[in-house]
């Protein structure tokens, strides 16, 4: 079954979330506020995909730490996201051996059936 990670409060995970009604996918929510990611979890994603693409520079968390300041190695940033599941950018989706990161719609519709 289809997982996707997020909190509830974010645009972009409340978008995935409506995409996926929508179109009547299946899917379990995992909030990172109620059940955080580990940092085994995390290294299995970037597995999938890249750091770049893991690692949320946009957000509130990652300017109120200074993290920019840190010039932060890529192990760093995924001991970072381990210890602050809000340096994830949103939403992450598993589905089979596939991830998405962030709210598209045309890799939802080419990667989700």
């Known amino acids: 079954m289809l997982k996707i990670y997020g909190i509830k409060n974010c645009d972009s995970v409340r978008k995935a979330r409506k995409y996926l009604k929508n179109n ?4 379990t929510f995992i909030d990172f506020r109620e059940t955080p990611v580990s940092l085994e979890e995390i290294q299995s994603w970037l597995r999938k995909t890249d750091i770049k693409t893991l690692f949320n520079t946009r957000g509130t968390t990652y300017r109120t730490l200074k993290l920019k300041e840190m010039n932060l190695s890529d ?3 995924v001991t ?3 210890k602050e599941n809000m340096l994830i950018k949103r939403p992450v989706i598993i589905y089979e051996n596939k991830i998405i990161v962030g ?3 045309s890799q939802y519709s080419e990667n989700i059936h």
């Not at 009547?24 to 899917?27: G, V």
């Open 80 to 82: 970072w996201m381990a």
């Open 103 to 105: 709210y598209n719609e």
């Open 24 to 27: 009547a996918i299946e899917h």
């Open 75 to 77: 192990e760093q940033k």
